[in-house]
């Protein structure tokens, strides 16, 4: 800073400096993936600035939109049922296009512009980040008339499928990979703004990776002497969890399984009213999943992309039982090309892959170690760093 010239700007300076970096993270519970990632980004910014930070996480849907978008989370359940899905996947496709996603969101704008506003003017930030695609062009267009240009970022949440409506021309566009940043840049951002940290996610992934697997599994209850095979259905317990689980069981081999319900408590009450022929651990939602997949040998879930994410960081290899059409197609493909995990539909093919994974420990231990080369463990802390960057930068701006 220059030399001050009046008695007042130097106090005024001092309250700005002691003034914490705000930072707006908007998201939406359509899905559990955008909670995590904000959670992820808030964590790791913490951990980096302490109380010179204060991030702040909104849902934007519930809190500012007019309805029915306000009902958006509570009706994304029903959304992705098997009846709806194929009506999804083509609304998914149809806008996956720059200029007609862009067309589609402006469509919306004269409904959304006052919530916009109000949004905004509610949660007065140093920099905003979005981490849902339907926040991004309505973000940019009401800053493009407002008296003060606050920095926008864009994380990119998704990983093998990355949709038009993620690569907006924000101040930064953060992108899981070096194919999503590529993406971004056909899709019209300037390579500039493009940079590649990883998916974030949280920073216990990183953590648990320093400590061997039998040791997790004490600390969890479970038996640190057999193979550990860990299946999931992302936090609602989507898919055939319980038939992929009876797979699992019945596969005739000496191993141990953990079942996760997530909220579905349906499910998690069929789970626990059977016989397991092998020792069995079933839970409903819990946070203790980067210890359970540090413990597991193999990760037997659904295709959702944060999950991708925390099994690569901890470099477990993933049987991958199924995907929402459109949104989760291309996460698949960046798994089984990846040579981190195979892809089994059908829960007769999950018991095959798994007979021949646990009976060939040199190819199961190929699978993690390229797992464990695509992963980002550091993620969270790196993309914490540049919006960090970014709003300093544009609180000295200001100032100028």
Known sequence: M?????????????????????????????????????????????????DAVEPRIVDAFIQYAPFPLNRSPALYPYMVKPAIVPFYARAWHFANHPRRARQLVYLFWPWVRQRIAKLFAEN????????H?????VTLRYWMKAPRRVPFVIVICDIGSIHALWCANADLVIAPHEGARRRAIACGVPPERVVVTGFPIRLRFREVRNRPKTFWREQLGWRPDLPTVLVMGGGEGMGKVFENARAVAEAGLPL???????????????LEAVEWPVPTHIYGFVRTIPEMMAAADVIVTKAGPNT??????????????????????????YVVNGGAGAYAPEPEQVREILREWL????????????????GYPDAALDAARLIWEIARRGVAGSAA
């Open 2 to 50: 220059g030399t001050q010239v009046s008695g007042e700007e130097p106090q005024v300076e001092a309250r700005a400096a002691r003034a914490a970096t705000r930072v707006l993270l908007l998201m939406s519970d359509t899905g559990g993936g955008h909670r995590s990632v904000s959670e992820a980004l808030a964590e790791g910014l913490r951990a980096l600035y302490g």
């Open 124 to 131: 007065p930030a140093d920099v905003i980040v979005s981490v």
């Open 133 to 137: 695609p339907l926040f991004n062009d």
């Open 256 to 270: 141990q399984m953990a079942v996760v319900a997530g909220r579905n408590e349906r499910l998690r009450r069929r």
């Open 308 to 333: 991708i994410a925390e099994a690569l960081a901890v470099g477990r290899p993933m049987i991958l039982t199924h995907y929402l059409p459109g949104q989760e197609e291309g996460n698949v493909d």
């Open 359 to 374: 009976s060939r420990p040199d190819l199961l231990e190929a699978f993690a170690a390229r797992a464990a080369a695509m």
